[in-house]
């Protein structure tokens, strides 16, 4: 009886010890073995790791090009008071690139190797409260350029041998009784020119006679002084006649010869040396009733306009607004001309 017990008591021992060695087993993490990785699966891995360090590193690289690389604006405005600058290098060559804008640029002629100035697009005060310049008033004008200088008998002997231009009616000059064809004065200014064999040089030239508003323009700027250099003069600054009893010089002198007397656009002897044709037909009152934008004078007239007096004119003669009246067919010792033309696209 007592052996029966003891065997019960045994099993049921033995099946506690089993239920709490399950329990144990049930709560102790499970260890599972990571199997080795395929060759392609490694493969994988590694390429995508390189595709990650290439996009950063590009990433990296486009943040510091940006960081340094300056930034270009062209501000290059056709306007009075504009200069150029900035001007980025360019890749591609453009259809119609413009000439650089502003107050300063030089064009030079392959023509006849003038030097043009560059006039900006913009407004000026023209004219005078004396008659025949008045009334002051506004005027509006597109850019342009003017020569830098009257033409030199060097020059107009250019177009003179070529057979287009006809010779100066009288190759003296006041002092000098061989001036045009004398090599001594090439650098002078071509007088003993009409109206005609004036515009017929401009246009071999490539270029065309300035209209008095532009002639005006290029002389005094914008701000309505009376020369083109200010408001007082003497024989420092221009060829004119003095005071009227003593001539600065007596004939004409070489262009360019008075630095000073530069016109805010850099055109040269536009007071003074000689009288300049321009395009205009004359009219005493055209003034009252002219456009206010890029007029081109009377469609008629009897008489042709000069401007910017002689090296014989006094104070009131060689001043920028001042204009008279002169035959277009008549040539004279100190009448010569200068050309002018219109800004175009180049191609």
Known sequence: ???????????????????????????????????????????LRKLNTSIVVIVSIAVIFVALIASVTPLFKSTSV????????????????PVHPMPTLGIGPI???????????????????????????????TVY??????????????????????????????????????????????NYPVIYIDWNMAKTYCEWAGRQ?????????????????????GNSIDCSLANYGGNGSNDCVGDTTEVGAYPSGVSPY???????NV??????????????????????????GQGRVLRGGPW??????????ARIRFDPDVTYYSVGFRCARSVQWMK
């Not at 850099?266 to 003074?272: I, K, R």
Request: net charge negative.
């Open 1 to 43: 009886m007592k052996a029966a017990r003891k065997r019960e008591e045994r099993d049921i021992t033995e099946r506690v010890a089993g239920v709490k060695a399950e329990h144990k087993a049930a709560e102790e993490p499970q260890q599972f073995e990571t199997p080795e990785p395929s060759e392609a699966k490694k493969h």
């Open 78 to 93: 056709a306007t009075e008071t504009s200069v150029s600058t900035n001007t980025p290098p360019s890749t591609q060559t």
């Open 107 to 137: 064009m030079i002629s392959d023509k006849d190797g003038m030097k043009l100035m560059y006039v900006p697009a913009g407004n000026f005060q023209m004219g005078s409260n004396d008659f025949p310049d008045t009334p002051v008033h």
């Open 141 to 186: 004008l597109d850019a342009f350029w003017i020569d830098q200088t009257d033409i030199t008998n060097k020059m107009y002997a250019l177009c003179d041998n070529a057979g287009v231009c006809q010779s100066p009616t009288n190759t003296s000059s006041n002092f000098h009784s061989s001036y045009y064809g004398n090599s001594q004065f090439d």
């Open 209 to 229: 006679l300035p209209s008095e508003a532009q002639w005006e323009k290029a002389a005094r700027g914008t701000d309505g002084r009376t020369y083109p250099w």
């Open 266 to 272: 850099g055109a040269l002897d536009m007071a003074g």
């Open 275 to 300: 009288w300049q044709w321009v395009a205009d037909w004359y009219d005493g009152k055209y003034y009252s009733n002219s456009p206010s934008s890029n007029p081109l004078g009377p469609t008629s």
């Open 312 to 321: 014989e004119g006094v104070e009131y003669d060689v001043r920028s607004a």
